[in-house]
Structure formats: C-alpha cells, structure tokens
C-alpha cells in the first residue's frame, strides 16, 4: 500500500519537475536554425555565455545576492535571538511576518514610492533643499532583497534559537564561561543548523530575483534573472535563456554543496 | 561558624507572586554529602538553582566560606553543576567536553590532557576522548557530565537528581561510585532527589522540603527513624501514621488502646500524631497482642511478605518474613522504643 501511495508524487514529480529540467537542458544545447526554423544541436549558447557582458551580469548577481545574505544574517540573528527571549516569542513572530502576508510586488513598488524621486524620503529631504538619487542603482536593489528576505533568515533561525536546550546554555556558565563566551562556544555552533538554512534561503531567492532589480534597480543593475527574463519574453531566445538557467542552477548548487560540508562538520545541533 | 562552607539564609524564591522557595536557612559543612529530598514542586530544585546561581532569591543571602555570593553570576562562583539530562555539548567530542571549563580558564594544554585523562578513567571510561556525545548510553553521558564539572575541582558540586534517568541496577551501582568519589576527592556535595532510597544510601545530611519549606534535617538514620511530622515519616519509607493522646511520659493511647513507648516531653493529654514502620508490627497469637484484626491481604514482596490488617475499620499496613493468610484473626504488637511520636500537624 505504501508504495502505491508515492504514486501521484511521482507522477508529479516527472510532470513538473524533470521534465521541464530535461526541457531546460535540451533547448539549452540547441540553437534555432534562423532559416528552417529547425533546432540543432549546439554549444553556441554556453559559450555566449563567457561574454565578459554576461560574465559581468554573473558576477554582479553573486555579489549583490552574498551582501543581502550577510546583511540579513547581521540583522536576522540577532532578531531571532531577541525574539526567542520574549515572554510572547510567537506574537512577535507573527508581528513581524504579518507584511509578509501582503503581495510581494505591492511591497517592492512600496519600495519604488519611498525611494523615487518624488518619494516620501526625497520629500523630507526637500525641505532641506536635498535631492538624492535613491532609486534605480545597486543599493537600491540591496534594501529590496534585505527586505524581502529578511523573514527567510530569521525563521530557521529563530525556531533553532527557541529549540535549543536551555540547560546546554547553563552548563556553558557554571563552566565558565561569560555571556560572549557562552554565544561564541555553545550557542552560535549549535545554532548553525538554522543560520545554514537560513543563509541558503535568502541567497538562492535573491540570486535568482528579476523581479527586485527590475522594478528597483530600473535597468541599471542586471541580474541574472533579468537577463533569463529578457531571453524568454523579449528576445525570445529560448535556447539562450536555458543555457543561463542551468548555470544559475549549477551555481546555486554548488553553493548548496558547500554550505552542507560546513553544517556537518557541525553535526549534532539542536535535539 | 568556621566549618560552614555554604549556608542559605532566610532564602526567599517567588515566581508572579507565589512562593517556590519560602524561608528557609540551611548550611553544609566542608566534605559533606548533602542531600536536598522532596516531591517535584517542593522548591528542591530551585534551591539548587539558586546556590548555582542560575536562580536569583526573592529575598535572603548565600554565603561560600563566610562571604555573600548572590549578586555573583554562575561563571565567577567557584561551584559546577551536573545536570538533570546532562547538559552535555553535542558538537564537541567526549574530551573537548570535559576539557571546556579548563580551556575556559585557559590552562596549559598538557595539563588539561593529564587532567581529562585522569576524570575519565575516575569514571571508568579510558579512551573515550574523541568519542561524539551522541554515541554514548544515558549511564556514560551521566558519567561525562560528572567529570566535567568535577575536572574544575570545585568547591562544591551541585547534582541536580543526575541519576533520574537511568535503570534501577545502574542508578543503584553510580548511587555507591558518586558517594565513593565524593568521599575520595573531599569535595562538598549538595543532591537533589525525590527518591528518598537514594537519599538514606548516599547522604551525611539530609534536608527534607515540602511546598518550599525545610520539614526536617538530620542524618539519614534521624529521618528514618525520628521522624519529626507526619510528612517526613509518610515521605520517608512506608509507615503507619494514626493519632492518638500523650497521656504522660512514655504513655500514648491509640487505636484505643494504651501503650507503653520510651517518649517522653509531651504536654499530658496533648493530641499527637503517631508513627509506626510496617517492620516493627509483630504480629503474634500469644498474650502479648495488644491489637487484634484480621489479615485482609498478603503479597509477596521478595525479601518479605506486605500484610494488611484490619482492626476496628484501621489498615495496618505490616512488613514479615512469615505469611499470614487472608482471613484469618491476628494479634498485633509493638515494642516501645518502635513507637515514635511527633507533634500534630497543624
């Protein structure tokens, strides 16, 4: 019986997930013949791909994706950390997600009325007689992945924090050990299991968003998933586009690979 | 004053208003086995708490040595703690554990090897260094969390009923280790238990707490058979507690029934409360009966048989090696000096 009941995942699984991957991989080899119309067979698009213009948009992306995790591993951890002290924890949690709750388009064009040039902070700075060009460059797009993202570093975080053994905690001071110490030696290894997850959880969203650095970063900062976008829906390069997914996939797992290696080596974490 | 290495004064704990801890004043002695005994909720392990410094009193002051240590945290008092489920640090191998709180004090890295060497085979587990905590069974765990705090040499050690969660035959056999390690390296023990067997096995002293006060403190052999009120003498062993009149000294009656007993300092006709074990009712057939009833069950217990008799609607619960079957009419007798009197509850 029990093997049966797998049945549907399967059936979905192959629907939805391999075979668009194969999909993917497929176009991702082919070029269209521009006269018959025809796909063949080609490594043309990988190596487009080496164009220092894309390798640029590539190297971008990493780097705009690591600053929003470690901006978010800063603010996160500690959030976590004060929440789970908090005699009502799961209030403030939800306090805290509850913009979630609303569409993340309607917050990121928020974003776009805060920052513009007419903007709410543009404004207050008028009356100084201050312009600021706040809106449509990388920074821009930072805040949007920080905010967006945020709540995906805290959560592991928080719920590893709220998990772990208070007694573990205490056997750290009656050893000896002053508050910092006891952060350093007991709580933070313990709590890696959650900061892993949580660090995995904002980098593969913001190293993939096209929507963030289309609407905040307004064609001056291109990430890698505006450049998939453009692909499909403007340029209609099929073909290109895959090619761009599955190194973004092979780049997001190879982060993943690494990432695993540090959590066992801390093996054990919470109970 | 001098001998007294640690002592509670007037302590005081309240948790939104109730009181966990009510008022209590104890003091141990250097090298001694002090056992802190009562039910869950008595304030037991809140007392513990409160000497590590885990637990701030409400009111009251602790001394080490003479000197107040309340307003110090847990890492400068020169005391460690084994806990309840062990506490012991899961991402760190068996020696990295028990070397912590040297490491913390920053010792030479060959002395730490020497001591962790010398904890380990004190607790029977040669070669376990870089075993992982999660390998290991609840008895070794226990074991490590043991030479982990003793490794610090502390001045006192804290044990938090350690042994609560092993098997009956292990928990027996580490009864009769941690009293011979106390013993072997003089260090001052302060245990909290509910399991009063555990308490008469290992303790010089015991204190004995209900609903957050001390009930009584004495050697284990006073507890047991001096008990002072009827919650030491009901919590303490099985007994038979019924009430009865001081009529004058070393004369009570109870149960109707006048008997001679050695007691003596209670005010004539005082209404009291008396206290009689299981093992000191003989029951007999011949003119020496004081109480007569008849034998309502009999189960056999191992070392003994457990009776229960029945006189004037009284149970008598009776420990013998010789059965008696049910239904049949006993008589019943108490020696003196196995009568013990304690003043009433209020």
Partial sequence: ??????????????????????????????????????????????????NPLYLKVFLNSVYLAGIATVICLILGYPMAMIISKMKHSQTVLLLFILPMWMNFLLRTYAWMAILGKNGFINQLLSLFHVQMELLYNNNAVL????????PFMVLPIYTVLVKMDKSLIEAAYDLGCTPWRTFRKVIFPLSLPGVISGVTMVFMPAVSTFVISDLLGGGQSVLIGNLVQEQFMKVNNWSFGSAISVILMLLILMFMTLLHRIDRKYEGGTK | MSNRLIEGIHLVKEYDGSRVVDNIDFWVKSKEFLTILGPSGCGKTTTLRMIGGFETPTSGDILLSGKSIVSLPPYERPINTVFQRYALFPHMSIYD?????????????????????????????EGFEKRRVNSLSGGQQQRIAIARALVNEPQILLLDEPLGALDLKLRKEMQLELKYMQQDLGITF????????EALTMSDKIIIMNKGKIQQVGSPTDIYNEPENAFVADFIGESNIVSGIFKEDKVVEFAGTIFPCIDTGFARDEAIDVVVRPEDIEITADVRAQLHGVVDSTVFKGVHYEMIVIENEREWLIQSTIPHEEGKQVGLYIAPDLIHIMKKEA
């Fill in chain 1, 1 to 50: 019986m029990k093997k049966y009941s797998a049945f549907p995942y399967v059936i979905w699984t192959f629907l939805f997930i391999l075979l668009p991957l194969l999909l993917i991989g497929y176009y991702s080899l082919t070029v269209k013949n521009s006269q018959t119309g025809e796909l063949v067979f080609s490594l043309a698009n990988y190596v487009n791909l080496f």
């Fill in chain 1, 143 to 150: 805040l949007g992945m920080v905010y967006n993202f945020l």
């Fill in chain 2, 97 to 125: 554990n028990i070397a912590f709180g040297l490491h913390i004090k920053k010792m030479p890295k060959s002395e730490i090897d020497k001591r962790v060497s010398k904890m380990l085979s004190l607790v029977n587990l």
């Fill in chain 2, 190 to 197: 302060i245990y909290v238990t509910h399991d009063q067997e």
